[in-house]
Structures are given as structure tokens and as C-alpha cells.
């Protein structure tokens, strides 16, 4: 190989970015795949944004700490759930792609009413996910799924988001620790990218991502032992008396997710006994994650169903997810389903 070839070469990855490689998975340059690849660069622009502020958030006067107001869900806000969900709407006004945005944090979708007459696209997202975190300069993440708008939704209700979990274009999470990264899926696999700060540029990292079968790491909050259904509680215990086992909970399920997706195992938020549904929403957080998890080979469930099967009935649904890699997926629904005989986890 000569100098110039390899000198080529390293060109040629630095400039393999997000929106050269959409329009790569789609195959084509028409008007869709254009507008898909605008998409997922305003949502890496809206990225780079809630990024850079992270980054100094410390050195900032009105960054961290709570608004002293409480979203939908019934959770504190802090300052950084509110600025991460305007950077979204901001990034896509006047874009001609999203009429409606859907997050955590707002009660009913966000019409943007220039995009809608040709706006033929939804975002629904977590602006910041695991924002207990922020305070204390962990990891935390953005989730987003983009969805087809069916029908002009000129009365606002946005029913047409009330449907399954396969009904997304493209899914994915932004992680903002050590380096930015941002992973994403359009049904034709799993694919990493890294922002470049000196670029301003998110760079393909790792193409067609393949979680490991089966895993050593379980993450779960186990502080919530006490409220969990048996079945949960017997999981916990098999996995304690078995030698391989590493825990991980970062509080933050973005961060989470991807150490399970590069080194195996399985998330779980389980329902509890007095909260069935468990935490985690489905539209913005678990159904995103699952269709990503996925595409990189791995399983998500409710425990009872698969969870991109799920039909939500309201905007805000929350769901039990458990998800991962496959067999410790098939193990932890063995645990629900009542039927543990024989555990199929072959590495740990
Ligand atoms: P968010 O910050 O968007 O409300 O999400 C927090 C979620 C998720 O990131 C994490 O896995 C989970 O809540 C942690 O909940 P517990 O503190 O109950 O373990
Ligand atoms: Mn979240
Ligand atoms: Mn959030």
C-alpha cells in the first residue's frame, strides 16, 4: 500500500459523516432520502448544541439545578431538561421536515405550523435522559424516534402516533460522556459515530454494530428490590448466586444501553407492584432503544411481549423493559414466565 492510498483512505473516513452515510443506507438521492439525511443533521446540530453546553455547564451561571417546576410525568424539572427540549424545537423551525415535535417534557406535541403543510415527518424525543446526572458531570443522553405523520392532524391529537413500535423510520441516542457519540438506526442495522470537536462533525465509528449474544452485565436498580414482583426479585437472586456477573447502573439509561450494546447483558426496569407499567416511556425512551438494540441483533421485551409490538394509549405511556442481549433477555422472560428449569446463558 502506498503513502498516497493510505493518506486516501484517511481522508475518505473523515469524511464518512452522518448525512453522507444516510443517504448511503438509503441507497438513493431523492427527495426522501435528502430529507432524511436533513433530519438526522438537525438532530445532530441539536447535539453538538446541548454538548457544547454540557461541556462548560459548571463554569455557567443558570445551567444546573432545578426550574422549581414539575413536567407531565410529575418529575422536577431541571434547567438542562428545559434548554435540551427547546434546542430540538429550535433546530427544526423552518426546516420543512417536522410539523409536530413529541418529548418527556411537554404535555402535547409542539406544532411547528410553517413545516406542516409539507412537514411529513415527527420527532419524538427524550431531550436529556438521566438528567440526575447532570449535576454531578455524568453521563447523560438524548433519545429520539422519527415517525411518518399520518393525515393532517388538524385537530391536534396526534392519534396517529398511537401505534407500534415498528412504525419507526429511524431511532437512536446521542451519549454525551468522555467523547459525544451518536447512535442511530434507520432498519438497516446499528451504526456509532463519534463527534470530531475539531470537525464539528459526527464520523462513522463502528458500522453495523453487533451485540453480543449473551453478556456478563446486568443493570438494574436494585434499591427497588423491596417493591418488584417475585419473578423479578427470583432473576436477581439467580444471577447473585452465579459466578460472571458484573453490575452496572449509571442512572442514566443511554449510558446503560451502550455499555450493554458493545460488551453484553441486559437492562432491566421492571414494573413494581404498585407501578405495573414501571418508569421508562414508551414512545420516547423504550421504543427507540428496543428498535436500535434490535438492528444491533439483540431483544427487547415487557417480559410478556415483545416490546416494539406494544400499542401505546396515550402520548406519555410508561412500560417494564427489559432488554439486551438475546439469551439474557430469553433468561430474565424465562424468570416472568415462570419457567427457570434450565437458564440458557452460555458465557457470562
Ligand atoms: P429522565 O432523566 O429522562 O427522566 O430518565 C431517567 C430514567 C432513565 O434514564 C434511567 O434508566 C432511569 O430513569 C433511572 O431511574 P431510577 O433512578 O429510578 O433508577
Ligand atoms: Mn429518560
Ligand atoms: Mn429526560
Known amino acids: 500500500m502506498t503513502d498516497y492510498t ?11 459523516t452522518l448525512s453522507r452515510h444516510v443517504l448511503q443506507q438509503l441507497q438513493s438521492f431523492d427527495a426522501d432520502a435528502q430529507d432524511l439525511s436533513a433530519l438526522m443533521n438537525r438532530i445532530a446540530l441539536a447535539g453538538k448544541l446541548i454538548a457544547r453546553r454540557l461541556s462548560r455547564a459548571g463554569l455557567m451561571e443558570g445551567v444546573l439545578g432545578f426550574t422549581g417546576g414539575v413536567n407531565i410525568q410529575g418529575e422536577d424539572v431541571k434547567k438542562m431538561d428545559v434548554y435540551a427540549n427547546e434546542v430540538f424545537i429550535a433546530a427544526f423551525k423552518q426546516s420543512g421536515l417536522v410539523c409536530r415535535l413529541a418529548s418527556e417534557e411537554m404535555e402535547k406535541p409542539y406544532y411547528i405550523p410553517e413545516n406542516c403543510p409539507i412537514g411529513r415527518y415527527t420527532l419524538l ?39 407500534n413500535g415498528h412504525k419507526q423510520i429511524a431511532a437512536g441516542y446521542i451519549l454525551y460522556g468522555p467523547s459525544t457519540m451518536l447512535v442511530y438506526s434507520m432498519g438497516k442495522g446499528t451504526h456509532v459515530f463519534v463527534l470530531d470537536p475539531s470537525l464539528g462533525e459526527f464520523i462513522l465509528a463502528i458500522e453495523n454494530l453487533q451485540i453480543p449474544a449473551s453478556g456478563p452485565i446486568y443493570s438494574v436498580n436494585e434499591g427497588n428490590f423491596w417493591a418488584w414482583e417475585e419473578p423479578i426479585r427470583n432473576y436477581v437472586r439467580y444471577v447473585h448466586r452465579q459466578p460472571g456477573y458484573s453490575a ?16 453484553g447483558g441486559v437492562f432491566l426496569y421492571p414494573g413494581t407492584q404498585k407501578n405495573p407499567a414501571g418508569k421508562l ?8 432503544i428496543a428498535f436500535l438494540v434490535e438492528q444491533a441483533g439483540g431483544k427487547a421485551s415487557t417480559g410478556t411481549q415483545p416490546l416494539l409490538d406494544v400499542v401505546p394509549d396515550h402520548l406519555h405511556m ?10 439474557n433477555v430469553a433468561l430474565v422472560e424465562s424468570f416472568i414466565q415462570q419457567t427457570p428449569a434450565t437458564p440458557t446463558v452460555t458465557q457470562v
Open 6 to 16: 493510505a493518506h486516501e483512505q484517511a481522508l475518505d473516513r473523515d469524511c464518512l
Open 125 to 163: 424525543y427524550d431531550p436529556l435522559d438521566g438528567s440526575s446526572n447532570v449535576d454531578i458531570n455524568l453521563n447523560v443522553g438524548s433519545i429520539f424516534a422519527i415517525r411518518q405523520q399520518e393525515g393532517t392532524d388538524l385537530d391536534e391529537t396526534a392519534a396517529d402516533l398511537l401505534q
Open 248 to 263: 452496572r447502573y449509571s442512572g442514566a439509561l443511554v449510558g446503560d444501553i451502550h455499555r450493554i450494546l458493545m460488551q
Open 281 to 288: 416511556r414508551l414512545l420516547y425512551e423504550a421504543a427507540p
Open 318 to 327: 410508561r412500560t417494564p423493559l427489559i432488554i439486551g442481549s438475546p439469551e
